[in-house]
């Protein structure tokens, strides 16, 4: 068994944390998830793809109020990856309108979810805003 | 007028709010007995019921209606389409009627949802005593908070954000202030859930739900129905003068769904099937955003009122913020925008939704409005989204 194994199957750990989609080979267009066909152009045929671990936070929320067993407050945003949009939280930050602002760039970073009964962790992933660590 | 225009003949919205000692069928057939009185017939009349009940989770709310109001033994459809499952109900029968199969039809829409909560998310379950990857992302645990937010504010909120990163200008209290605009136009609608109009300072000191919606700036949970009957040009031609004066013109009925856009997958777009539906029914009415007299649009979060005021093309792309800032979609602006007090002060009983805002700018084109009338109103546009997505957008006019 592995140490660690990624929160979603498209998170890979190695060699460096990064994001990976699945691209249609007709139209190009990217996709987390397991497909059937593309949403796009309805091909069938797809490619692995690593996706930029930089990018802009180009919306954010903050959840104040969620499901209960969800702790808050947590950001919620978009992050454009070089032309790929991906749903993550903002960390490693204080989670206020003064911290957080649209337009900053930031980087993919990971944390521990858990472990579980056999001491596999779980690594989860979110952005970080680039000035907190240069 | 042409022979295939359809007409809104009866039309009826119950008082929203909580109504703990009535049932759904209750709510429903107030509505519906409701629309039949209004236009003057009954359900021996009707040639198809279409139903929508979104919280029944697949119930025949049309045959269970029918059971209470008249089993005639018509074709019934019941539907569901998210938020947008009112519009869609009367959409089936504005389908029905153009196609020839009856020249008469009942839609309706009903909601018991007062003391609902937040809608989507659930809860979260604790976390399995083993990894085991689990559905499209290959989960092992719960992603809800863990990458991003499900719930509905926090969705809409980053709707709203994303159009003030794109073109400046939004800020908490620009959002906050939307609110207070529907808030002020509920005080004078006796059927809103809520009728207290709400300062700048009460809706921004109020609990934060999701950044930037504070909890008056979201859609108020709550029981309510409405429906219509529809009627084809060719039969209220031959219904009594005083049916002919009251009837409402549907000039344009129109539903879309979501076209694939790149972010579309990661963050709902409600943007570009709202502005579709928008420009099909503009064409189809032959009129544009500047003959508008009043819009009723899918405000279920102030984030979201913003956006549609450009999707919908009531200002120039990107002008969203100066329109608002203009005044123009208060009560006595240029275009009066949620007059009713919207989703957030009237309230949003989901699958009543897009059926109550019908009523809403039918009310004003008969001139019926009372005090909130808005003078003069010969068109409207009334629109909603079903995240998902639907948008149904349905423009109206004033018998000529």
Known sequence: ?134 | MSSDDVWILGIRMTKFGKRPDDDVMDIASEAALGALADGGVTMADMGVLAAGNLMSMGAPTGQLLQKQIGQTGIPVYNVSNACATGATALRTVIMAIKAGECDMGLAVGVEKLAGAGLLAGGSRKADSDTWQPKGRYGAVASVDGRIGTEIMPGVFAQIGMEYGHRYGGTSFELFARISEKNHAHSTLNPLAAYTKRLSLDEIMNDVMIAYPNTRPMCSANCDGAAAAVVVSDAKLRTLDPDQRRRAVKVSASVLTSDPWTESCQVLPDVNTLTRRAATQAYEQAGVGPEDLDLVELHDCFATAELVHYDNLMLCPEGGAVDFFESGAPWRDGRLPVNVSGGLQSKGHPIAATGIANIWEVCHHLRGEAGDRQIEGARVGLAHVIGLGSACGVHILEKAA
């Open chain 1, 1 to 134: 068994m592995p140490d660690q194994v990624p929160l979603v199957d498209y998170l890979a750990l190695s060699p460096e944390p990064h994001l990976v989609a699945h691209e249609c080979d007709a139209c190009g267009a990217r996709f987390f998830d397991r497909r059937n066909a593309c949403a796009s152009c309805s091909g069938t045929s797809f490619h692995a793809v690593d996706v930029p671990t930089a990018g802009e936070l180009v919306t954010f929320t903050i959840v104040s109020f969620a499901a209960p067993g969800v702790p808050v407050p947590f950001v919620a945003g978009v992050v454009d990856c070089g032309g790929t949009s991906v749903r993550a939280n903002v960390i490693n930050t204080d989670p206020d309108p003064t911290h957080v602002r649209t337009g900053m760039p930031v980087q993919l970073a990971t944390f521990v979810v858990g472990t579980d009964s056999e001491g596999v962790e779980a690594v989860g992933f979110g952005f970080e805003p680039v000035e907190a660590t240069s």
